[in-house]
């Protein structure tokens, strides 16, 4: 097309008339691709909840780049962590067996993705911390990700609470994690209340109301240690981790996921922290 044809097109009236077909092909040709994945999900994967899937080569990378300015550690000792767990076939037989025995591999894949839980794992490998606090142990696969961190470290403890008596099928039975896992039942505010030892790194996973978040990170506050780090599993939602970051004097970052060939357009992680 000719420059001063296409200058008359777009000065015409008549534009938005003239974009219908080719606005309409972009939609169509957009939809088309969401809907073959949509289906690809329906007819071959089993997961109904809290999905499992790779991140694209480059959203693993911006990870990658988000956890060493959290950690503030070089990128390439981030990109060892992300191998570490990634390449741990022992770990995925271990979950596969856990799952069997409870009868329930059903509502799993047959190869088990971390997507956005690499990042709390490198986290933690290079953070070492003591204590971490998460809410919302759903099956357990999170939970894992953390201990098989905190076993790497040789040394910390992490306490899961969920309201669900079923929680943690992947772990309660596997005496690997006795060590390091304490499991709570109940109300996460709750129970945030009655912690008194410091906590350095919380990842709030639970009820994804913005209320029931706000709330969390109010009754965990005052537990934080100085260079304690926040997690949210929310952010990319509520604008609760950014306005208590703002009011507690801390950073605020977020990324956001991008899985690899599937619907879902991902979640993230809304990060708080300090700056030693």
Request: net charge neutral.
């Amino acid at each position: 097309m000719r420059p001063k044809t296409r200058d008359k097109i777009l000065r015409s009236r008549l534009l938005p008339l003239i974009l219908i077909p080719v606005r309409s092909r972009i939609a169509i040709v957009t939809s088309v691709r969401y809907l073959a994945k949509v289906l690809t999900w329906l007819f071959k994967s089993r997961e109904f909840a809290n999905y499992s899937y790779r991140l694209t080569g480059n959203n693993r990378a911006q990870l990658v780049g988000f956890v060493s300015v959290v950690t503030q550690c070089p990128a390439e000792e981030i990109e060892t962590y992300f191998d570490e767990l990634e390449d741990d076939d022992h770990l995925r037989k271990r979950i596969d067996v856990e799952l069997r025995r409870n009868k329930r591999r059903r509502e799993f894949d047959s190869e088990i993705s971390y997507g956005r839980r690499l990042g709390w794992y490198a986290i933690i490998r290079a953070l070492e911390p003591s204590i971490v606090v998460e809410t919302g142990t759903e099956k357990g696969l999170g939970s894992v990700v953390i201990a098989e961190a905190l076993l790497r470290n040789g040394s910390g403890r992490l306490i899961t609470i969920d309201i669900e008596e079923s929680s943690g099928l992947i772990f309660k039975e596997a005496s690997r994690y006795d060590s390091v896992i304490q499991r709570v039942i109940g109300d996460s505010v709750e129970q945030i209340r009655l912690l008194s030892m410091p906590v350095d790194l919380f990842i709030h996973d639970s009820d994804h109301s913005a209320e029931h978040e706000r709330e969390e990170l109010l009754a965990v506050a005052r537990l934080m240690s100085p260079g304690g780090v926040v997690l949210s599993d929310n952010s990319h939602v509520t604008p609760e981790l950014a306005e208590w970051s703002r009011a507690n004097d801390r950073q605020f970052l977020f990324f956001r996921e991008e899985p690899e060939s599937h619907w879902y357009p991902g979640a993230g992680i809304g990060c708080a922290w300090s700056f030693k």
